[in-house]
């Protein structure tokens, strides 16, 4: 690898990394709060670009074993390093959605919070639930405090193969690597929604569902809205 | 590949189309043709891993920078004898202070593999560094606190996880020194890398950044494949039996390669599992993973890596199963 091809390597990344974290790509792939450390990566990566770009040729350098200058060989590995950015331009890889969380329904969803479940605000309208959330309170003290209450659960939407759909989210921790999906199935609404569009769903529990119970978390549904899909689809 | 064509390019300038220019024109080429390329790789599968993948890279990013801007100050400020008097002088000694030092380094495993070869550069004996790769990623405070955020009510979990990573890093530095001579032998030769106090400040970050790269994104696309690939319920089938379960966990914390601020709510989601299985892949991951695996195979060498990565997995898993019998 030349000189300028090194170079060219470092620039690509750092052009890469600062186009993601300056909009809202990044968001696709890691949590809110690495934005400023990955514009600030990338300016250091443009930046080296630079100096790497100016520094003298090898040739000027004086030169210990009369070949190529060192710091000169790099790894044919190096090479790899190209792959995210041009996978990044060429596929963009969207958020991880109904594909990912049809894959790991069946998966065990971490314990409900150890903190007193608190009751949900008192409201004349439905209350704005998230998905998880309402999958542990239904899993609490038999559902005391959402049953018979209206409320609304937005995500987007995923189905099974026995022809159920789900309202659906996905939270990361750290990066879309460690995802986990919460998903509640949407009962009494045939006209299932696009697979991976957004809907607000207004409705009640259906009384005895649960994670981990006979019959998967599920709500009753009063109406479905199409929404936007967020900026930052995770939790 | 990378010797050949630089030359020719600087004999005949402008006739011939340099390395440079090539691959400035390929990505050139894939940026503007992203419109007709996208539809024919609009897969689900690929998707998918495309995101993981990315996700992993762009999240190491930070990290992979900030340890290789730390190990160049290392290589082009810290002289040997200042890094002597903080270093004891018996490794016997440093192994375990090199444990203890990991608390202060807040970061993934991805930054600590420079910075543990720029330490073996200024002479610091290797199995001190190696302890300290150990240890950095995994008793670092904000691991600590991700654990105990993903463990809620099991304050033990984090005395659990904080001591079997120590006595995992220290061990395996003790072991090195007892049984690894010539390994570390080669080490210390391969880690001399003369040129290293030549360079300057930007000199070192550029070279160390495109030495760690590379391995970084082949780790990345190993991990990913498996994330996607190999279905969560796969590890679940072998929940009950106590030992093929810890088996099954440590195999998976390799494979999977998490970053170990994350991994424990990707732990606690085991919900089948004893938590001394729990706790192995607590302990398994931030020690070693396919990630690293590779960056230390570009760092210090494929034999190397090969006695080394089976060394420390083992060590952690008989680490963690004895602090999880006494305490869990």
């Known amino acids: ?235 | 590949m990378s010797t050949k064509t630089p030359v020719r390019a600087a004999q005949k300038p402008g006739f011939r189309l340099g390395q440079t220019e090539v691959v400035a024109i390929v990505l050139l080429v894939i940026l503007l043709s992203q419109r007709w390329l996208l539809p024919l790789l609009d897969h689900d599968l690929f998707n998918t891993w495309g995101t993981i993948f990315v996700a992993i890279v762009v999240q190491s990013a930070p990290f992979l920078l900030g340890g290789v801007l730390l190990s160049a100050v290392i290589s082009t400020f810290l002289s040997e004898k200042a890094l002597s008097k903080i270093v004891p002088k018996s490794p016997v000694l440093g192994v375990p202070v090199a444990g203890l030092a990991g608390i202060g380094l807040p970061g993934c495993e991805c930054a600590a593999v420079p910075v543990t070869n720029s330490l073996i550069r200024r002479g610091v004996a290797p199995a001190v560094a190696l302890t300290f790769l150990l240890a950095a990623p995994a008793v670092n405070p904000a691991v600590l606190v991700s654990t105990a955020v993903a463990f809620p009510g099991q304050p033990m979990m984090v005395l659990a996880r904080f001591l079997a990573s120590l006595i995992t890093a220290v061990a395996v530095g003790w072991i090195m020194m007892a049984r690894g001579k010539l390994l570390l032998e080669r080490l210390t030769n391969l880690g001399r890398d003369v040129h290293a106090h030549e360079r300057s400040f930007l000199g070192n970050v550029s070279h160390d950044f495109l030495h760690a790269s590379g391995f970084l994104v082949l780790g990345a696309m190993l991990a990913a494949a498996v994330n996607t690939f190999v279905p969560r319920s796969v590890v679940n089938t072998v929940a009950g039996q106590a030992v093929l379960g810890i088996a099954t966990l440590a195999l998976f914390a390799f494979v999977v390669a998490l970053c170990s601020e994350s991994d424990a709510f990707v732990a606690a989601s085991f919900t089948a599992f004893s938590d001394t299985a729990k706790l192995v892949f607590l302990v398994v991951g931030p020690a070693m993973d396919i990630k690293l695996a590779s960056m230390e195979a570009g760092q210090f060498g494929i034999g190397f890596a090969l006695r080394f990565v089976p060394l420390v997995i083992i060590t952690a898993v008989a680490s963690a199963v004895g602090i999880g019998w006494w305490l869990l």
């Not at chain 1, 090479?79 to 996978?87: F, Q």
């Not at chain 1, 409201?123 to 899993?139: H, I, L, Q, T």
């Not at chain 1, 991976?196 to 549904?221: C, F, H, L, Q």
């Open chain 1, 1 to 235: 690898m030349t000189r300028t091809t090194q170079a060219l390597v470092v620039g690509f990344l750092g052009a890469v990394l600062l186009r993601l974290s300056l909009g809202d790509g990044y968001l696709r792939y890691v949590t809110d709060w690495m934005k400023w450390p990955l514009v600030a990566t990338g300016v250091v990566l443009l930046g080296l670009t630079v100096w790497m770009l100016l520094r003298p040729a090898p040739g000027d350098i004086e030169d210990h074993d009369g070949h190529d200058g060192h710091g000169h060989k790099v790894p044919a590995m190096t090479w790899l390093a190209l792959l995210p950015g041009v996978i990044v331009f060429v596929a963009s890889p969207p958020s991880l959605g109904a594909y990912l969380a049809e894959r790991r329904a069946g998966d065990p969803v971490a314990a409900a919070p150890d903190a007193e479940i608190l009751p949900l605000p008192a409201s004349d309208g439905p209350v704005d639930v998230e998905v998880a959330e309402f999958m542990w309170r239904a899993g609490v003290e038999d559902g005391a405090t959402i049953k018979d209450r209206d409320v609304r659960l937005t995500g987007f939407v995923s189905t099974d193969e026995n022809g159920n759909w789900y309202v659906t989210r996905i939270a990361i921790a750290c990066c879309a690597a460690d995802a986990s999906a919460s998903r509640v199935r949407v009962e009494d609404y045939d006209d299932a929604p696009e697979r991976d569009s957004w809907v607000a769903v207004t409705g009640r529990w259906v009384e005895g569902t649960a994670p981990g119970g006979k019959s998967e978390t599920a709500i009753e549904a009063s109406s479905v809205e199409p929404r936007e899909a967020p900026a930052n689809t995770y939790q």
